[in-house]
Nanobody
Framework: VQLVESGGGSVQAGGSLFLSCAVRGSISSIETMDWYRQAPGEQRELVAAFHANATTTYEDSVKGRFTVSRGNGENTVYLLMSSLKPEDTATYYC??????????????WGQGTQVTVSS
């Protein structure tokens, strides 16, 4: 099971960026797909989560600016980031957990993608 991230890049404050994360492999279920970020010298923090029951949760500083979503029947989670601020600059990682077709549980991380917001 692998997670493949795409998107990210550099943008000026107030701009938008779009991230995607696809789960590849022999999976039978995805329970949760999350987005984390880690700035240099900081701990990794949860930014947004898309739960199996289709509910979402957000870190307080991104509420109203970031939207996490998952396409129907898709093994892909998206993160739309709007009204970006310089403090959003970080490496963004997705993670996913669920079960494989062999009945084993998995937890996987994406490779990370850089988001840089300039003032």
């Amino acid at each position: 099971v692998q997670l493949v991230e795409s998107g990210g890049g550099s943008v000026q404050a107030g701009g938008s960026l779009f991230l995607s994360c696809a789960v590849r492999g022999s999976i039978s279920s995805i329970e949760t797909m999350d987005w984390y970020r880690q700035a240099p010298g900081e701990q990794r923090e949860l930014v947004a989560a898309f739960h199996a029951n289709a509910t979402t949760t957000y870190e307080d500083s991104v509420k109203g600016r970031f939207t996490v979503s998952r396409g129907n029947g898709e093994n892909t989670v998206y993160l739309l980031m709007s009204s970006l601020k310089p403090e959003d600059t970080a490496t963004y990682y997705c993670d996913a957990s669920g079960s494989t077709t062999f009945g084993l549980k998995y937890v996987r991380w994406g490779q990370g993608t850089q988001v840089t917001v300039s003032s």
